[in-house]
């Protein structure tokens, strides 16, 4: 498996940006497909974004579209999320995930995913 460690969240008033940074370790980063997922107080966990192994394709969901953007650097062993517009609906924690199938329509099942970090406190202010 492969170690995940989230970074960069944080406080944020509603309209602002943040930048989060998943550093991985252990098996061959490029091996893998990352994801981006979310769980907000008392409710499930959701997909927020992925983005396949090279890099060459990203898959958002519908709220957050035009918004976030997902990003990897295969030399540095990050995944990165860029979040714009936020808004306070984006509260959550966010959790970097890695996954070793390639088909994109498993990515937005968090089942799908081997491993996970354990997560990083994003809260947007009205």
């Known amino acids: 498996q492969v170690q995940l460690v989230e970074s960069g969240g944080g406080l944020v008033q509603a309209g602002g940006s943040l930048r989060l940074s998943c550093a991985a370790s252990g098996r061959p980063f490029s091996s893998y497909a990352m994801g981006w997922f979310r769980q907000a107080p008392g409710k499930e966990r959701e997909f927020v974004a992925a983005?396949?192994?090279?890099?060459?394709?990203?898959y958002y969901a519908d709220s957050v579209k035009g918004r976030f953007t997902i990003s990897r650097d295969n030399t540095k062993n990050t995944v990165r999320l860029q979040m714009n517009s936020l808004d306070p609906e984006d509260t959550a924690v966010y959790y970097c995930a890695a996954t070793l199938n390639l088909d994109p329509g498993s990515f937005y099942y968090g089942g799908e995913y081997d491993s996970w970090g354990r997560g990083t406190q994003v809260t947007v202010s009205s």
């Open positions: 983005i396949t192994w090279s890099g060459s394709r990203t």
